[in-house]
């Protein structure tokens, strides 16, 4: 029998498919890390709280005498509440065919679903990071439209400080075309100005005190300077992952699951400051 047009020919090409895996260009997942999560672990269901205290200092005062009196002040105690209140969750039905694939491709499906899982909670903390518009206001633009420069770092340093946010610990975080700005800026890349630093890396480490980090899930000309004390993340201990066979549902597979219990919590808005044009 003859082949005698171009989808007859087709339909007699195997098909290959190579076990290795092409990795997937993926947005930025930081924040969970860089914010507090000393309460890590502690959570063990949906809706669970933590408190957390604070001592707050009393004024003290300078005596003249050591016979003079000195007065005493009630011992006050700042308290808040975060509570697991969110689930993030992600999950692929598989085939049996993608069964026989490697072990290779079972990794990278629970990575891609962690990857997934740590995106909405990326976002999440990214929507509780409010700056405070009160006198001074956190929330501030560049001196030039869309052009971050140095002096623009120098402003955030400024407010956090005033603020007495400590100075150990501080990040700022750049959409790439705020990260960009700073490349161009000779006093940030130069070896002249920074020692240990160079344009030619295409990479800024630190200046004024910050820890600078590109971040790609952030809109074009915003950046974040913040201490990690500024927000709470409570969460499980790791994610959870769980796989169900499909054929009480009529289909031949598994759903493969993964899902995080979790909580964010804004303990202070004057210890962080949003940049944006």
């Not at 409010?130 to 001196?143: K, N, Q």
């Not at 400590?166 to 990040?171: A, D, E, L, S, Y």
């Amino acid at each position: 029998m003859g082949v005698n047009g171009t989808t007859e020919l087709a339909n007699l090409i195997p098909v290959i498919t190579s076990p290795k895996i092409y990795a997937e260009l993926r947005n930025s997942v930081m924040l969970a890390n860089f914010f507090e999560r000393e309460y890590e672990g502690e959570i063990s269901s949906f809706g669970q709280q933590v408190k957390v205290n604070t001592i707050v200092a009393p004024s003290g005062e300078i005596l003249s005498s050591d016979k003079a009196e000195f007065a005493s002040a009630d011992l006050q105690v700042d308290q808040f509440s975060i509570t697991c209140d969110k689930i993030a969750v992600a999950s692929f039905d598989i085939t049996d065919l993608a069964q026989i694939q490697s072990l290779e491709f079972e990794a990278q499906v629970v990575e891609a679903l962690s990857y997934s899982i740590r995106l909405k909670m990326e976002n999440q903390i990214l929507a509780a990071m409010l700056p405070s518009t009160s006198s001074p206001d956190h929330d501030i633009a560049p001196a030039a439209a869309s052009d971050l420069a140095a002096a623009d770092l120098g402003s955030l340093r400024t407010l956090l400080s005033t603020a007495k946010v400590p100075v150990n610990g501080r990040g700022l975080f750049l959409a790439p075309s705020y990260y960009g700005d700073l490349l161009s800026k000779t006093q940030l890349t130069s070896l002249d100005f920074v020692p240990g630093q160079s344009g030619a890396s295409g990479v800024l480490s630190n200046f004024m005190g910050f820890n600078i980090m590109e971040h790609n899930l952030l809109a074009a000309d915003v950046g974040y300077a913040c201490h990690p004390s500024a927000l709470q993340v409570v969460m499980q201990r790791g994610v959870t992952v769980k796989v169900s066979d499909l054929h009480p549902l009529g289909r031949l597979g598994y759903k493969v699951s993964a899902h995080m219990i979790f909580g964010v919590k804004l303990a202070d808005n004057k210890r962080l400051a949003k940049i944006s044009a």
